[in-house]
């Protein structure tokens, strides 16, 4: 039912008596939460005076101070902590910028100010169009479940949804224009309810329900309202009949109780009404009895009892105790048939399970940190947990292929929900790009992208959007799937959705394309990390694929990447079969991972003409004072010692171990411009790889620049990633390794 609460602490003439609204706030405080809850009100008070900036969604009174009063006095029953009840006071000052977040923070602190940031952040929510039942963007749950999943992501502190929770309470209450009230019930139906009902706070649930169906439905809820009010007196009277039988019988037994009637909610019966298709008389819980005991064995005593008593009727049993619902609420309900053949239902639950119910959350603060209380602690955390992640009620798996990685990521990781330009909520994984959001928005937007603005900026298809970010797909209709949007280094798409999207488009050309263009990405990448002594067969069969042909195809398509098909290399190279002996000594790589046939205690290092590095075929050279001298199989310097000392040279493996980093030179060409050195070692630092030297060269003539790098690197892969962003820099032509 609908509650109506008295603003006790205004005086004759209308206004606040502070004094009297801290002294009877239903709480106990220290000296220093007193003083400080009584600043934030006399904080409160004087911004009465000061203009409103934003008044945008509130649909009550404009004096901030007796809204915030108002919900801290919500808040208060729901026992939250003394910097809750400070920012509750603050909200409406804050949000309507009469007081500054930097003030909050210098007169009471951190904590405050967090909670205030919290709460101003779910202010979007407001801004949404009305109709939240139609289908979006392929959906057919709706706009309903991403705004309720958005509101639940912009919470990292379950405070932040009690303070919006008892503001939308208080707007509700208090709205008197017919259209702005149906709009605000409308939001608290769709959003905020649901949230109170996740939160397991029974006692806002109810009346955020019935007021909001009151507005939204007014017919039905006078109709229900008439029948309740017509049958109050015999229901009454029932109810003390049945409470004195049972108590008689309770005693006799020996079990310590409490018991009394409950009001069923005017929304809860005509949703039982609509969910059954049922009429008012057969609503079995409109009589109804709560019964309170000390210990859970006496919940199920006690229910054998109500059974003894009254015959139960079938089917009408809930046993939420052994099986809680999904918001953490415990008891045990029974529908029987009592005295005179009238049917009413029976709740047993302990005074924890009942304190759960209608608190929430909220009903295990006061056990946090205590060693008494371990089991309610981690309740407590388990619940705060639950909020912050996102809630998978009706997501889209995807395609059976990428159900593991989107488990992996999607599932698993925090959520960003986007705007698209109609103000519709896209629901995407955290580190989402503007191609993931085209991909959700519609394929063949996706296909067609060829950029993006967001908030109004031109963006990066690489940007990793941000919460509540407003995003426009820029679209061509010449334009077509890239094969580096595939490469994961790159950036470019980072949800499995999106990416089975491309794949499936490469898929569908022609075979003889992605043969070609798997050719030439494999040919650039091996060139461009001077590998030349490369057995494509045996890497093809590496990658699954029967051919060298069919490996190509794989790669033009999508379905196999570059990066597999060096690791494929790489991992053929290290498991070559020979003869090995490892070094005892390791050379001046220090890393031992060097394996030579046929040689005993040599000391080994690499060349400094070619720099191999693992993945690299390399072959020994015997020298007269330094032990073995590895080199690259192509080298041209081992070529030229294989020809005037053959018998020096030997055969050399890579070891197991794929740790160390390794010395290569990269050689960057490109148009000099400002920055451009700064652009270049960003990429290296943002690789956390480490540059040994750097040599510069600029052509004034042709206005270019020639740069030489020693880096080290862990391995081909990483460095192939590497050559790869920096090729993609402003004004960079070319980028290779130097073999020799």
């Excluded at 801290?22 to 220290?30: A, F, G, K, R, W």
């Excluded at 085209?438 to 908030?455: D, F, L, Q, S, W």
């Excluded at 650039?524 to 190509?552: G, W």
């Excluded at 030229?640 to 000392?645: F, S």
Aim: glycine fraction near 8%; charge should be neutral.
């Amino acid at each position: 039912m609908v509650q109506v609460r008295q603003q006790s602490y205004l005086d004759a003439a209308g206004d606040v008596d502070v004094q009297r609204w801290l002294d009877e706030l239903p709480i106990i405080l220290d000296e220093s939460q007193y003083t400080l809850l009584a600043r934030a009100c006399e904080v409160a008070a004087e911004a009465r005076g000061k203009p409103a900036a934003d008044t945008r969604d509130w649909a009550g009174h404009s004096d901030c101070f007796l809204t915030g009063l108002d919900m801290a006095q919500i808040l208060v029953e729901l026992h939250v902590d003394p910097d809750c009840l400070v920012a509750t006071v603050l909200y409406r000052a804050v949000r309507e910028e009469r007081v500054s977040l930097e003030r909050v923070e210098q007169c009471f602190g951190g904590s405050v100010t967090r909670l205030l940031r919290g709460v101003l952040r779910m202010v979007a929510i407001g801004e949404l169009p009305l109709n939240l039942d139609r289908p979006v963007l392929g959906q057919a749950h709706g706009q309903k479940d991403n705004v309720r999943k958005m509101l639940i992501a912009l919470v990292d502190d379950v405070r932040v949804a009690l303070i919006k929770l008892a503001e939308r309470t208080c707007a509700l209450r208090a709205v008197k224009n017919d259209e702005r009230r149906r709009q605000v019930a409308q939001e608290v139906f769709d959003v905020y309810a649901p949230l109170a009902h996740r939160l397991g706070i029974g006692q806002l649930k109810w009346e955020l329900e019935d007021l909001s169906f009151r507005y939204l439905y007014p017919d039905a809820y006078r109709k229900i309202a008439r029948l309740l009010d017509g049958k109050r007196l015999e229901r009454d009277q029932f109810i003390q009949r049945v409470t004195e039988d049972l108590s008689q019988l309770l005693h006799q037994a020996g079990i310590r109780f409490e018991i009394g009637g409950r009001a069923k909610h005017i929304y809860s019966i005509w949703r039982k009404m609509q969910r059954k298709g049922i009429g008012f008389s057969q609503v079995y819980d409109i009589r109804a009895l709560r019964i309170m005991v000390p210990e859970v064995r006496d919940c199920y005593a006690t229910l054998g009892l109500v059974h003894g008593l009254w015959r139960n009727i079938p089917n009408e049993f809930d046993d939420y105790i052994a099986n809680p619902k999904e918001n953490g609420y415990r008891s045990l309900h029974t529908a029987v048939i009592g005295p005179e053949g009238k049917i009413m239902e029976v709740q047993i639950r302990t005074g924890q399970m009942h304190q759960e119910a209608e608190l929430g959350v909220c009903a295990h603060w006061r056990y946090k940190g205590s060693d008494a209380g371990g089991l309610l602690a981690s309740t407590y955390e388990e619940k705060l947990a639950w909020l912050r992640q996102v809630l998978d009620w009706h997501e889209e798996t995807g395609d059976a292929g990428g159900v593991a990685e989107q488990f992996s990521f999607d599932v698993a990781q925090d959520r960003v929900y986007a705007f698209t330009p109609d103000g519709d909520v896209v629901n995407l994984a955290q580190g989402a790009t503007p191609l993931d959001f085209a991909y959700h928005v519609h394929t063949e937007i996706g296909h067609r992208c060829r950029g993006a603005k967001v908030n109004g900026s031109i963006v990066p298809l690489t940007y990793q959007l941000k919460m509540g970010e407003r995003v426009e797909v820029l679209t061509s209709k010449d334009a077509v799937p890239r094969r580096d949007w595939l490469q994961h280094g790159l950036g470019y798409i980072r949800t499995s959705r999106a990416r089975a999207k491309v794949q499936q488009w490469f898929r569908s050309q022609a075979r003889e394309d992605n043969i070609a263009a798997g050719r030439n990405l494999l040919a650039r990448e091996f060139k461009r990390l001077a590998l030349t002594s490369i057995d494509y067969q045996r890497i093809a069969k590496k990658v699954q694929c029967n051919s060298v042909e069919d490996m190509y195809a794989a790669v033009g398509a999508g379905d196999v990447s570059s990066a597999q098909v060096m690791n494929a290399a790489q991992s053929l190279l290290q498991n070559a079969p020979r003869t090995r002996l490892r070094l005892a000594s390791p050379g001046v790589d220090g890393s031992g991972l060097v394996e030579v046939s046929g040689v005993g205690n040599l000391v080994t290092h690499f060349a400094g003409c070619c720099k191999p590095v693992p993945g690299d075929l390399i072959s020994g050279f015997v020298t007269k004072h330094r032990g073995v001298s590895v080199h690259r199989s192509d080298c041209g310097r081992l070529m030229h010692l294989q020809q005037t000392a053959f018998d020096r040279v030997i055969d050399v493996s890579w070891g197991d171990r794929s740790t160390g980093d390794y010395e290569v030179e990269v050689a960057i060409e490109a148009y000099d411009r400002q920055g451009l050195l700064r652009d270049i070692t960003g990429q290296f630092a943002n690789a956390r790889l480490n540059v040994l030297s750097i040599n510069t060269s600029t052509n004034k003539d042709s206005n270019t620049a020639t740069m030489r790098l020693r880096v080290e690197v862990p391995d081909l892969v990483s460095l192939s990633k590497l050559l790869e962003r920096i090729e993609r820099l402003k004004n960079v032509i070319n980028v290779h390794r130097v073999s020799d």
